[in-house]
Each structure stands twice: as structure tokens, then as C-alpha cells.
């Protein structure tokens, strides 16, 4: 069977294409951390403020230096709790789900980007480097209040940090 030259030439292009994006896959993955979110459990959304559950009181725990974990709560038209704090360098992984319709929890200039469904957990973990603010919101249309979901996480510089400015 007769190829053409340029047919043949575009085919050996697209396998090439298709190798450079799976080798990008594999490194995005592995080396650099870069995960997709998933379901990291399953709850009933009736049981969120049992005694025992971890969404009843969402909060930021320290499980070591460094190292946080923040269970957050959307339901109709709030995050809770609608602030988080962390110093400068911390890992943390968020645990979020929703009491009543689909959600979406996105952290601008990052990306942390979940979908937020009742019946699920979603997880994701992301390293906060730099001080400052940083805004989350709800992406996913929920209701005539939408625009009213949106929380901060702020990232305080970390105690040596501020020693070390403060000596100069």
C-alpha cells in the first residue's frame, strides 16, 4: 500500500505529539506533583454535623511543623470557615464537601481547583511559599447568592522570617 510523503510525514508528527504530551503527563505527575483532585471519601451530607464528624466544626489543625489540614463545608451561599490561616512554607491539605448542591472551591493564583459535590470528599493538597492573601470562590453556580462564596486563605510569613526582616 502507497503512502504519501506527506501524509506519512504528518502521521510520524502527530505520534511524536502524542508521545511529548504523554511524557509531559508523566512528568507533571511524578516529579513535579501536580495531581488531579478526586474523591478522597464518601459521606452522607445528612451526617455533617454529627458529634465525631470532622465537617460539625470545620477547622485548620496542625498535624506537624509545616504541615495543616483544613476540613471546609460549602453549602448554599458560604464556606465555612470562611478564613484560613497558615504560615509562609506550609503544606496543607484541604478535605471539602457540600451539605446541599454541587460546589466548586477554586484558590485564585493557584491551582487548586475542586469540584464540590454533596456524598464526597474532595482533597487536594498545595504548598503556600509566599505571604499574602489568597482569595477562594465558588465557580460552580449554586443559587441567587453565588456571588456571596468566597473565603481568604492567608499566609502569614513564618516566625524565623520575621525575626530575620526585623534584624536588619
Known amino acids: 500500500m502507497h503512502v504519501d510523503r506527506y501524509e506519512r510525514a504528518w502521521m510520524r508528527l ?5 508521545a511529548v504530551f504523554l511524557v509531559a503527563i508523566v512528568v507533571a505527575a511524578f516529579a513535579w506533583g501536580i495531581q488531579l483532585p478526586g474523591v478522597y471519601a464518601r459521606i452522607d451530607p445528612n451526617t455533617l454535623y454529627d458529634a465525631g464528624s470532622p465537617f460539625a466544626d470545620p477547622t485548620v489543625r496542625e498535624l506537624a511543623p509545616g504541615k495543616y489540614e483544613a476540613y471546609v463545608r460549602a ?4 464556606f465555612t470557615p470562611r478564613e484560613i490561616r497558615i504560615p509562609a512554607g506550609s503544606s496543607i491539605t484541604f478535605y471539602v464537601t457540600s451539605q ?3 460546589h466548586g472551591f477554586n484558590v485564585a493564583g493557584t491551582n487548586i481547583n ?8 474532595s482533597t487536594l493538597t498545595a504548598t ?17 447568592l453565588h456571588q456571596t462564596m468566597y473565603g481568604q486563605i492567608i499566609v502569614e510569613e513564618a516566625a524565623g522570617e520575621e525575626v530575620a526582616q526585623s534584624g536588619e
Request: aromatic share 14%; glycine share 8%; hydrophobic share 40%.
Open 75 to 78: 453549602q448554599i451561599w458560604q
Open 114 to 121: 475542586m469540584m464540590v459535590l454533596p456524598g464526597q470528599i
Open 14 to 18: 502527530s505520534a511524536a505529539a502524542l
Open 100 to 102: 446541599d448542591v454541587q
Open 128 to 144: 503556600f511559599d509566599e505571604p499574602g492573601t489568597y482569595n477562594f470562590i465558588c465557580h460552580e453556580y449554586c443559587g441567587q
